[in-house]
């Protein structure tokens, strides 16, 4: 066998190797992080968000696993600067003082009715 042909041999071997399944989650859920943080906002159920996460991505992540993911997530974003913004106000996802301004504007809402 020759070199070249062990080498192809080892490419098709690491090809063959996924990562493991922590990793493929942390990449998913990096991926829909963005997205699943306008969701809560929306008030969508967490537990629909995770059915629809692990539908997507062909994946089992626990609804405890899921809030992990989601806390560790937030936190490392917050440390770095990159918390995605609310598409109707502006304001910072995944932070107590989105929901608390969400519910000051629900609250100032019914006020003026």
Known sequence: MSENEEFERFKNELQAIQPSSRRRNNEAFDEAYDEIEQRLAA???????????N?????????AGFRQFLE????????????????????????????????DEVYAEGDEA
């Open 72 to 103: 560790a997530e937030r936190e490392r974003r917050q440390l770095s600067g990159e918390m995605p913004l609310c598409r109707s106000c502006g304001h910072p996802l995944g932070m107590d003082g989105h929901q608390a301004l969400m519910a």
């Open 43 to 53: 008030k969508v159920p967490q537990k629909g968000i995770l059915t629809a996460f």
């Open 55 to 63: 539908n997507a991505y062909g994946l089992k992540v626990s609804p």
